[in-house]
C-alpha cells in the first residue's frame, strides 16, 4: 500500500495526530484512517479486550509518553493545571527533541502520510509540532469527542478504579480545555463518537476537507467494506447521564457547559471566535476552582500521616501488608485480580494448587508473555519459598 498522496498541491509530508482521552474513539478513528491510507507507526500495541480491533497506536510512543509523564509526577488523567507547565518543558529539552526528531525522521522514509495516535499525546502537542517543523513535516489535529460521562463510565470497567468519578470529571475538563487551546493556529478537525459510528464516510470526508486531505473528500463507502465492518454502532454501549456517577453538582455543571461548547465544534461553522472566547472563559474559570480546591483541601493533606526522616521517629499509621504494597506496584486496570490475592495465603494448599502459581494466574497472560525466562525461574524459586515459609 502507497502511503503518498495523489495530488501535486498537497504538502510532500504530513503528520496527523489523533487527540482526545482514552475511551473516547481514538482508536476507531486511527483504524479507520489507517485502512484508508494513512501509516501508523509499528509495531502498534497489541489488541485486547478493550479494544479487540486493536489500539492503532504505536508502542514506542506510549512508552515514550508513558516515561515523560512519570520523569515530571504527572498522571494520564491529571486534573491539575499546573500540570501542563511540567510536560511543557519537553519543547525546550534538547534531550526529549533529539529523541522525537529521530524516531519521527525514520518513521517518514518513505512515507509522505502518518498519523499517530495516544491518549497521552495531549499532553505533548508543543513538543510534537516542533519536532515535525524541524523536518519539515505539516502537522494537523483531529480531536475525537465522546459525552463525558460515557467515558467516566467505561474507562473503569478496562482500566480500573485508580481515580473516582469526581477527580475523572475534573481531569476530563483540564485535559479537554487544555488541548482544545494547544491546537489552535493549525489545521484541525473534532469529530463525535456517535457520528462516527453513524456515517464513518461522512465524517472522514468532512475531516478531510478542514485538514486539506483531497484524495479523501467524498470517500466512497462501498469500497472500503474493510471499515464497514469495522465500525460497529453497538460500539456505543456506555449509558449517557450522571445518575450512575458520584459527582458533584458543581463539577457537572462545568462539565455540562464545556461539553455543549466542545460538542459544537464538530458543527459546521462551529470552530469560531465566539465559541474559542466562551472556552477561554470557561478554561479560566476552571483555572480558579481548582485553586480554590486545593486551598481548601489543605487541612486534609497536612492531616495525611508523612513517613519520618532519619533521626525523627517513626510515622504513627501501620506498615500496609505485604500483599497491598505489591499491589500498589501494578497498573490500576490488573489491580482488581491481585485484591484477590490477599486471600490466596489462606486457602493455599487446600485447592491443590501451589501458591506462586495461584499468584501467577492473577496476571494477564500477555503480561507473562513478556516476562524473560529468567525472571520467570526467579519468581518461581521465591513463591515455592514463600509457600514453605508461610505453610498453615
Not at 486511527?30 to 508502542?59: K, W
Request: with cysteine; charged share 25%.
Amino acid at each position: 500500500m502507497t502511503h503518498r498522496a495523489p495530488t501535486e498541491s498537497a504538502p510532500e509530508r504530513r503528520l496527523v495526530l489523533v487527540v482526545g482521552p482514552c475511551r473516547s474513539g481514538t482508536s476507531l478513528l486511527s483504524t479507520i484512517l489507517g485502512r484508508l491510507g494513512f501509516y501508523l507507526p509499528q509495531p502498534e500495541v497489541q489488541a485486547d479486550g478493550s479494544n479487540p480491533c486493536g489500539f492503532g497506536q504505536p508502542r514506542w510512543v506510549v512508552d515514550f509518553h508513558r516515561r515523560l509523564l512519570r520523569e515530571r509526577r504527572v498522571t494520564e488523567f491529571d486534573s491539575r493545571p499546573a500540570a501542563w507547565g511540567k510536560t511543557a518543558d519537553t519543547a525546550s529539552d534538547e534531550e526529549v527533541i533529539d529523541e522525537l526528531t529521530s524516531w519521527l525522521r525514520v518513521q517518514f522514509v518513505g512515507v509522505d502520510n502518518m498519523l499517530v495516535k495516544d491518549p497521552r499525546i495531549g499532553w505533548f502537542l508543543p513538543l510534537w509540532v516542533r519536532c515535525a517543523a524541524d523536518l519539515g513535516v505539516d502537522t494537523s489535529f483531529v480531536s475525537m469527542l465522546r459525552h463525558p460521562t460515557e467515558i467516566l463510565s467505561s474507562a473503569p470497567t478496562w482500566y480500573g478504579e485508580g481515580q473516582n468519578d469526581a477527580g475523572g470529571a475534573a481531569a476530563w475538563l483540564n485535559i479537554t480545555l487544555h488541548t482544545e487551546r494547544a491546537t489552535r493556529g493549525g489545521r484541525r478537525a473534532f469529530v463525535r463518537y456517535e457520528d462516527l459510528l453513524e456515517d464513518w464516510s461522512r465524517e472522514i470526508s468532512r475531516t478531510a476537507t478542514l485538514l486539506d486531505l483531497p484524495w479523501l473528500v467524498g470517500v466512497e463507502r462501498s469500497r472500503f467494506a474493510q471499515v464497514d465492518e469495522l465500525v460497529d454502532p453497538g460500539l456505543l454501549r456506555a449509558p449517557t447521564g450522571w445518575d450512575a456517577l458520584d459527582v458533584p453538582s458543581g463539577v457537572r455543571e462545568r462539565v455540562d457547559e464545556v461539553w455543549g461548547l466542545v460538542s459544537g465544534l464538530a458543527d459546521s461553522g462551529g470552530d469560531d471566535e465566539d465559541t474559542r472566547a466562551a472556552l477561554d472563559a470557561a478554561r479560566n474559570a476552571y483555572l480558579r476552582f481548582d485553586g480554590d480546591a486545593e486551598a481548601v483541601s489543605q487541612s486534609s493533606l497536612r492531616a495525611v500521616p508523612r513517613t519520618s526522616s532519619a533521626g525523627r521517629g517513626r510515622a504513627s499509621s501501620p506498615r500496609p501488608a505485604l500483599w497491598v504494597r505489591v499491589a500498589r506496584r501494578v497498573p490500576a486496570r490488573y489491580r482488581k485480580r491481585l485484591r484477590a490475592g490477599k486471600d490466596l495465603v489462606a486457602s493455599q494448599g487446600q485447592n491443590g494448587i501451589p501458591l506462586h502459581l495461584q499468584v501467577a494466574r492473577l496476571i494477564p497472560l500477555g503480561c507473562r508473555e513478556r516476562v524473560p525466562l529468567s525472571v520467570q525461574r526467579e519468581a518461581t524459586r521465591a513463591g515455592r519459598w514463600v509457600a514453605r515459609t508461610f505453610r498453615p
